[in-house]
Nanobody, 125 residues
């Protein structure tokens, strides 16, 4: 059974930081491209690509809205992918999901084979 388990969400003020983690089990983690998506309140049908990286971590991709504020990384020895989120804004409030694919990094949710259960990030003053 494949499991992706996110952690690290919480509440923070604008300008603050959080670090999300996603640990995988039951899959050859180091062979999967990984990505973070988010789903904002009131947008239950829209899962937005945030960031992704290749199996090696050599290539990284970001949505324009988070570029220069978020950093994606991975540690294949720990089967974990991270999302460092700095300078958080109110608009970053969402449930954040990690996803895995044997294909290339894509901004399309349907391209991913496995998903975590999500972790809530709330940015409020």
């Amino acid at each position: 059974q494949v499991l992706l388990v996110e952690s690290g969400g919480g509440s923070v003020q604008p300008g603050g930081s959080l670090r999300l983690s996603c640990t995988g089990s039951g899959l050859a983690f180091s062979t999967y491209a990984m990505a973070w998506f988010r789903q904002a309140p009131g947008k239950e049908r829209e899962r937005e690509f945030v960031a992704g990286l290749t199996w090696s971590g050599d290539s990284k991709y970001y949505a324009d809205s988070v570029r220069d504020r978020f950093t994606i990384s991975r540690n294949n020895l720990k089967n974990t992918v991270y999302l460092q989120m700095d300078t958080l804004e109110l608009e970053d409030t969402a449930v954040y999901y990690c996803a895995a694919t044997l294909s290339v990094v894509s901004t399309t949710p349907s391209s991913y084979e496995y998903w975590g259960q999500g972790t809530q990030v709330t940015v409020s003053s």
